[in-house]
């Protein structure tokens, strides 16, 4: 009587639906990304800014009940110095209102907190989704199963985009909300209704980018260290440039680095984006520098899908 019974055997199992199967390889990624230390410690730092922004909510709120609303404005406003230009808009024609203050504060928080957060999670989380498949082979393991290319990057994806959720769009609505219950009549929902669409425009507007370029990273290599590598560095390195390129013009010009928008922000993926989801909470950003930035963004997501996907399908094919 043999011991080991080698041999194929027919699946007594249930099997998902083709549109659910994607799920078996998200569901297993949020759960070993979850184990991790640092990333809850992450998720609870990005919960801190969220309250530093409601207590100026809460502020600005009280400065319209008693009639100073333009002074609170000035207050809570032009805190960050690459959103001076922003802030001008603000009070540019008149009394702000609320819609605009409220926007700025979340654009506010989309860029700088939760931005610098984004990329210190996404480089905890993405390099080894790939790249530990590659290297354990688990990559043969899935494609022996009834489990597509596409099912099992949207998989990966999935856990990324996750919580980025987590870190972006759900700390950006609570703060919504929390305006909403401290402002003193319901009238604010017809003043704000557009704010969460624009928080989940410019939720996708770093995810989508983001969550490619970080798998295209990982499926280059077998070393999640090397991908980890090639994600901090593409951003430190575009911050570093633009920031160097932007004095030495504001020295050639005799102007402070902060008094107008920088014409090198194409060279940072943080400021290009930065720049759109400017535009997207409803403020002026000059066409030329939207323009570009919307060309670099999509042609950055369309070459990292085109690389995964290829990179994959060789992989597979072997």
């Known amino acids: ?12 199992g249930e099997r998902e639906r083709p549109w659910k199967r994607f799920w078996v390889i998200a569901s297993t990624g949020i759960r070993l ?26 502020f600005f709120e009280r400065a319209m009940e008693e009639g100073v609303a333009e002074n609170a404005a000035r207050m809570v406003i032009g805190r960050f110095p690459d959103a001076r230009s922003t802030a001008a808009q603000v009070l540019r024609d008149g009394p702000p209102d609320r819609q605009r203050v409220w926007s700025y504060l979340l654009m506010t928080l989309f860029r700088y907190p939760q931005g610098i957060l984004m990329v210190m999670l996404v480089g905890l989380i993405a390099p080894p989704l790939i790249s530990r498949d590659l290297r354990t082979r688990s990559h043969l393991l899935y494609f022996a199963r009834p489990l597509g290319l596409t099912e099992y990057i949207f998989g990966k994806a999935f856990v990324v985009g996750v919580y980025l959720l987590l870190v972006s769009t759900l700390p ?90 920088s014409r090198w922000t194409f060279v940072s993926l943080y400021h290009t984006l930065g720049e759109v989801q400017t535009w997207v909470f409803g403020f002026d ?34």
């Not at 991908?227 to 102007?255: H, I, P, Q």
């Open 1 to 12: 009587m043999p011991v080991f019974d080698v041999g194929f055997r027919d699946w007594r």
């Open 33 to 58: 990304a979850w184990k991790n230390q640092w990333l809850r410690r992450m998720l609870f730092l990005a919960w801190l800014p969220a309250f530093y922004f409601g207590a100026m909510f809460f």
């Open 172 to 261: 950006a609505l609570t703060l919504y909300i929390l305006g909403v219950m401290l402002s003193p009549n319901i009238s604010v929902v017809y003043d704000t209704w557009d704010l969460p669409l624009r928080i989940a425009a410019a939720s996708m507007i770093v995810i989508v980018p983001t969550t490619a370029i970080a798998l295209c990273f990982s499926s280059l290599t077998e070393e999640t260290r090397y991908a980890s590598f090639g994600w901090f560095a593409m951003w430190v390195v575009g911050w570093v440039a633009y920031t160097n390129l932007t004095v030495m013009d504001a020295g050639r010009f005799r102007r402070s680095a902060f008094d107008a928008p």
């Open 285 to 318: 950003v000059e066409s030329d520098r939207l323009r570009n930035g919307a060309i670099i963004l999509g042609i950055a997501t369309v070459l990292s899908i085109c690389v995964i996907f290829r990179r994959m399908w060789l992989l597979q094919r072997k």
